[in-house]
């Protein structure tokens, strides 16, 4: 199984990015996909997550501000991020896991991990 992030770069604040996660060895219809996000000197975090079902949820620190969606067809899974504030710096990580709805989405329930992208947002 392969979560192959991509996307990050460097924005001022206000501007957007988009990442990619395009997966190999799973369908992305057929589990949770999330976003998670690791602040240097931080613990990785929550970040956005789309069910099999397309229902999604956000951490409060992003809502409004960032959108995941699904590209079946593509086996992709994507976080458009708008309205960068520089905390939104972190490398960010995408994964799968297959929680039911409602529960808690932390590091220890993910079954599968890509490698991160970092994004960079200059004040």
């Known amino acids: 199984v392969q979560l192959q992030a991509s996307g990050g770069g460097l924005v001022q604040a206000g501007g957007s990015l988009r990442l990619s996660c395009a997966a190999s060895g799973i369908t992305v219809g057929q589990y949770n996909i999330d976003w998670f996000r690791q602040a240097q000197g931080k613990e990785r975090e929550f970040v956005a997550q789309?069910?099999?079902?397309?229902?999604?949820s956000y951490a409060d620190s992003v809502k409004g501000r960032f959108t995941i969606s699904r590209d079946n067809a593509k086996n992709t899974v994507y976080l458009q991020m708008d309205s960068l504030k520089s905390e939104d710096t972190a490398v960010y990580y995408c994964?799968?896991?297959?929680?039911?709805?409602?529960?808690?989405?932390?590091?220890?329930?993910?079954?599968?991990w890509g490698e991160g992208t970092l994004v960079t947002v200059s004040s």
């Open positions: 994964a799968a896991d297959r929680l039911i709805s409602g529960a808690t989405v932390d590091v220890e329930a993910i079954y599968y």
């Open positions: 789309i069910r099999w079902t397309r229902a999604t």
